[in-house]
C-alpha cells in the first residue's frame, strides 16, 4: 500500500513538473521578432503583407504556435507565395521560409465564361477573363475545366482544384509534375515555353494527353499503356531533343511506335 502511494506521489509530481516547464516556457519564449526568408528574389513577395496574413502575433507563445495553420493562412491570402517552413529560433524569432510559385497554365471553366492562371499543382494563383484566357502566354488546358462555386470564381483563388475527383485531372497534374523534373529535357525551355496546348480526351478504355510543343508537333501520352506519365513524356522529348531520330518538329506527332516489339517511340506524320 505504501509503495503503491510513493509511485502515485512521484507520479503526480512528474506531471507537476512537466506543466509548470511548459508553462514557464509559453511565458518566457514568446514572439519578439518575426522575419521572412525568400528562396528567390520576387517583387510578388511582400514580407509585410505575408507577415500579416500568417496570424503571428508579437507577444504569442512561440511555443505554442500552429505550424500548418500559419501555411494555410498564408498561402490562401499569397497564392503566388509557397512556404517552405516556418521556423521556431529560440528564444523570440520566427522565420517564415518562403518562394514564389510559377504559373504555368490557363484552364477554362466548365461554362466558358472565365479561367484560373495554374501552377504545377492545380492551385489557382489567378482568375481571368475568357478574353485573358485566350491571349494569355501560359499553356492553354482543354478537355479539363473546373466548376464554379457557389461563393464565385474568386473564392478559389488560393485554393487547390479538385483534380483528384477526375482522371483527367490527374492526368493533368501529373504531367505538370513530370515536365518539373529536372531530368526531363525540355531543350532549355520552361514549361511555358516549351508546351502551347494541352487537350485531354477520353478513348475507350483510357485517356488521350495531346501534348502540342510551341514548334508544332505534338506528343502523345496514353494511360492505357504499362508505363507512367514521366517515363512516356521523357521518351517523347527524347526523341524531340534527339540528333539520333528523324523527325519534323513543325508538325506531326511524337507517339509510341505500335509496330515496334519493344516500347519505343517515333515521329509519325499522323497518329493511326
Not at 5 to 22: D, Y
Not at 123 to 142: N, Q, Y
Request: with cysteine; aromatic share 6%.
Amino acid at each position: 500500500m505504501k509503495k503503491s502511494n510513493v509511485i502515485i506521489g512521484i507520479f503526480i509530481a512528474i506531471i507537476f513538473i512537466v506543466l509548470t516547464v511548459v508553462l514557464l516556457a509559453c511565458a518566457v519564449f514568446v514572439v519578439r521578432n518575426i522575419s521572412v526568408e525568400s528562396a528567390v528574389a520576387s517583387e510578388i513577395i511582400s514580407e509585410d503583407d505575408i507577415i500579416s496574413s500568417s496570424g503571428l502575433k508579437i507577444g504569442k507563445s512561440i511555443v505554442s504556435i500552429n505550424k500548418s495553420k500559419i501555411i494555410s493562412s498564408v498561402e490562401k491570402e499569397n497564392p503566388y507565395v509557397r512556404v517552405l517552413d516556418v521556423v521556431r529560433k529560440f528564444p523570440d524569432k520566427i522565420v517564415i521560409k518562403v518562394t514564389v510559385r510559377t504559373a504555368i497554365m490557363s484552364i477554362l471553366a466548365e461554362d466558358s465564361t472565365c479561367a484560373v492562371i495554374a501552377d504545377s499543382s492545380l492551385k489557382v494563383l489567378d482568375v481571368i477573363s475568357l478574353e485573358e484566357h485566350l491571349s494569355s502566354g501560359a499553356t492553354k488546358i482543354e478537355g479539363y475545366t473546373f466548376s464554379i462555386p457557389e461563393e464565385g470564381v474568386r473564392s478559389l483563388k488560393g485554393t487547390t482544384l479538385d483534380y483528384d475527383s477526375d482522371p483527367k485531372g490527374v492526368l493533368l497534374r501529373n504531367i505538370a509534375q513530370a515536365a518539373e523534373d529536372p531530368s526531363l529535357d525540355l531543350s532549355g525551355a520552361s514549361f511555358l515555353t516549351f508546351f502551347k496546348r494541352i487537350s485531354i480526351r477520353s478513348e475507350e478504355n483510357s485517356l488521350l494527353a495531346l501534348i502540342e510543343t510551341n514548334t508544332g508537333v505534338t506528343l502523345v501520352l496514353d494511360t492505357s499503356l504499362s508505363i507512367g506519365v514521366y517515363e512516356q513524356l521523357y521518351m517523347c522529348t527524347f526523341v524531340y531533343t534527339s540528333d539520333q531520330v528523324e523527325k519534323d518538329l513543325t508538325k506531326g506527332y511524337i507517339a509510341l511506335d505500335k509496330n515496334s516489339s519493344t516500347i519505343a517511340y517515333k515521329w509519325m506524320e499522323d497518329l493511326d
